[in-house]
T-cell receptor, first 111, second 112 residues
Framework: EAQVTQNPRYLITVTGKKLTVTCSQN?????MSWYRQDPGLGLRQIYY???????DKGDVPEGYKVSRKEKRNFPLILESPSPNQTSLYFC??????????FGPGTRLTVT | GNSVTQMEGPVTLSEEAFLTINCTYT??????LFWYVQYPGEGLQLLLK?????DKGSNKGFEATYRKETTSFHLEKGSVQVSDSAVYFC???????????FGSGTRLSIRP
């Protein structure tokens, strides 16, 4: 089954404690992306990658890091989380210019 | 720059009512246009798409026509059901693009 998986689905953490949210896709897609969704602000892109070892900033990259060492994986790293990073996070993948496939989301709370 | 504008929600309708959610875009050239749906507690999933002018995308009773002359891609359904309650996002991208542009989303609630 074609899918994008994210882990964990829910995470509560404290300010400053480094965390990683994993994302994996099994469709051999070149393009992968991370979004955050906040009430009233819609979807905002954090980082994207157009292929292995190629990443670039989206609209709200501050406080986040990513890496793309393998085509199927695109982890999101928060080196020092802060409360304003409390949000619902989605990973997505696609062929270039085509429909995006979204993961189920990760709800992060930073206290 | 490129942008997508959707009608603001929430939109509340009774079951079997006719639905229109407006979407207009600003873009150069010929982007592909999409409607995504997000059901409660889930990620977004593609509802329908159109890749060139005058194309009509359709799925699950929903339709949208790519109108280049009015730069619009309005979503319609003839008779909505309670199960259609969700948030709907209009979006555009290009074949060689590095990103997809989303509208702000429209929350739809259907009363039994």
């Amino acid at each position: 089954e074609a899918q994008v998986t994210q882990n964990p689905r829910y995470l509560i953490t404290v300010t400053g404690k480094k965390l990683t949210v994993t994302c994996s896709q099994n469709m051999n897609h070149e393009y992968m992306s991370w979004y955050r969704q906040d009430p009233g602000l819609g979807l905002r892109q954090i980082y994207y990658s157009m292929n292995v070892e190629v990443t670039d900033k989206g609209d709200v990259p501050e406080g986040y890091k990513v890496s793309r060492k393998e085509k199927r994986n695109f982890p999101l790293i928060l080196e020092s989380p802060s409360p304003n990073q409390t949000s619902l996070y989605f990973c997505a993948s696609s062929r270039l210019g085509d429909e995006q496939y979204f993961g189920p989301g990760t709800r992060l709370t930073v206290t | 720059g490129n942008s997508v504008t959707q009608m603001e929600g929430p939109v509340t309708l009774s079951e079997e009512a006719f639905l229109t959610i407006n979407c207009t875009y600003t873009a150069t050239g010929y982007p592909s246009l999409f409607w995504y749906v997000q059901y409660p507690g889930e990620g977004l999933q593609l509802l329908l798409k159109a890749t060139k002018a005058d194309d009509k995308g359709s799925n699950k009773g929903f339709e949208a026509t790519y109108r280049k002359e009015t730069t619009s891609f309005h979503l319609e359904k003839g008779s909505v059901q309670v199960s259609d309650s969700a948030v709907y996002f209009c979006a555009l991208t290009y074949s060689s693009a590095s990103k997809i542009i989303f509208g702000s989303g429209t929350r739809l609630s259907i009363r039994p």
